[in-house]
């Protein structure tokens, strides 16, 4: 069975900041790594995924997270945070073999940044 | 646009009464799903679906109930025997992971249903 654990339930930071959101997981298998990122009232939209090859993704808007096989984790940074990146942030885990994309995913991290 | 097409977005309904919520899509995905999601528990899989005429369970099915009789609709029933259906419904596809890594894994939401138990 495969789990996730987002360390942090909620993060407050400045406009500007960095900030980093923690996950680690848990999985007897090989696995592919996902952050979404939900606004008020909306559902989930893919922020960025690790398959394979390169540990370190990157999404359009500034967030970039590296797979760590040997620390079980996948952290989402961005270097420098706008008011917009205001949202719940999830991070997700499936198995790498199998027909569907049934998603294990965290409790959420909300990001909160202020002016 | 292609999408998935959640209704209705806000419900309320007295105790023990069945409601169903729909859910629609225009992706050509195989695989569909409902997903709760509660404050602070973040989204626990209700049921899913890799094919038309075939479901499974997912975490917490106990008192809700699904059909895929179409590839595009996958429609969740809230029974009465659900102890605490207040909460929002997240449905989602997804393509068939046998078609290629390129959108492996990614599930494509809907807006939800917010579901509100009087």
């Known amino acids: 069975a495969q789990s996730v654990t987002q360390l942090d339930s909620q993060v407050p930071v400045f406009e500007e900041a960095p900030v980093e959101l923690r996950c680690n997981y848990s999985s007897s298998v090989s696995v592919y790594l996902f952050w979404y990122v939900q606004y008020p009232n909306q559902g989930l939209q893919l922020l960025l995924k690790y398959l394979s090859g390169s540990t370190l993704v990157e999404s359009i808007n500034g967030f970039e997270a590296e797979f760590n096989k040997s620390q079980t984790s996948f952290h989402l940074r961005k270097p420098s945070v706008h008011i917009s990146d205001t949202a719940e942030y999830f991070c997700?885990?499936?198995?790498?073999?199998?027909?569907?994309?049934?998603?294990?995913f965290g409790k959420g991290t909300l990001l909160t940044v202020n002016p | 646009d292609g999408g998935i097409t959640q209704s209705p977005k806000y419900l309320f309904r007295k105790e023990g009464q069945n409601v169903t919520l729909s859910c629609e899509q225009n992706l050509n995905h195989d695989a569909m799903y409902w997903y709760r999601q509660d404050p602070g528990q973040g989204l626990r899989l209700i049921y899913y679906s890799q094919i038309v005429n075939d479901f499974q369970k997912g975490d917490i099915a106990e008192g809700y109930s699904v059909s895929r009789e179409k590839k595009e609709s996958f429609p969740l029933t809230v029974t009465s025997a659900q102890k605490n259906p207040t909460a929002f419904y997240l449905c989602a596809s997804s393509i068939d992971r046998t078609s290629g890594m390129r959108n492996a894994g990614e599930l494509f939401f809907g807006e939800g249903s917010r579901l509100t138990v009087l």
């Open positions: 997700a885990v499936s198995d790498g073999g199998g027909s569907n994309y049934k998603l294990t």
